[in-house]
């Protein structure tokens, strides 16, 4: 029983990162459709921005979660490992290419008119939906996924270690 709550505990993990990586990848290209988006806003353009920035940690994000969901122990950590990476992107990406790359633009926010929410919140929730929150919501769930399969392992091994008779019912209390 409990083994099987780990690993689809394991499991859940690795299907939220893959989804997380797919949001992450393509949000900046439906996101317009709804009026959340960073410039240019409109629905399915390229810029490299967008590129780096959001389709490659999303893809690598995707690719880690795949991973951790498909995959034994060892490769599930390595996973993890992938995805917080991608996720790390997400948050830290923005500031390495404006110092780094000059080309490499994220864009800015774009409050659409007629939003129910005032400006300074729009550019707020776009932070976060887009790069920020997403990132770090991502990284937590890696972590989240490399301690279960780290786990799993250590468990594994401990049961395999004890002696045949160790799991032999007995009475619950003396008599």
């Known amino acids: 029983m409990t083994r099987s709550l780990r690993i689809s505990r394991g499991r859940a993990s690795g299907l939220l990162l893959m989804l997380l990586g797919i949001w992450g990848g393509l949000i900046p290209f439906v996101g317009p459709y709804f009026g959340y988006a960073y410039t240019p806003d409109k629905h399915w353009a390229y810029t490299s921005g967008r590129l ?40 830290i990406g923005q500031y390495v290419a404006t110092v780094a790359f000059t080309s490499i633009k994220p864009g800015s926010p774009v409050v659409a008119s007629g939003a129910s929410f005032n400006a300074a ?55």
């Open 52 to 91: 780096w920035l959001s389709i490659v940690p999303g893809a690598v994000a995707l690719v880690g979660g795949f991973l951790v969901l498909v995959a034994g122990r060892a490769a599930a950590v390595a996973g993890g490992f992938l995805a917080a990476l991608g996720g790390a992107w997400f948050v």
């Open 121 to 175: 919140t729009m550019k707020f929730l776009e932070g976060l939906g887009f790069f920020y929150g997403l990132g770090v919501l991502i990284v937590f769930i890696a972590a989240l996924a490399m301690g279960q399969a780290v786990s799993a392992g250590k468990v594994a091994a401990a049961e395999e270690a004890l002696p045949a008779d160790a799991f032999e019912e007995t009475a619950p209390y003396p008599a």
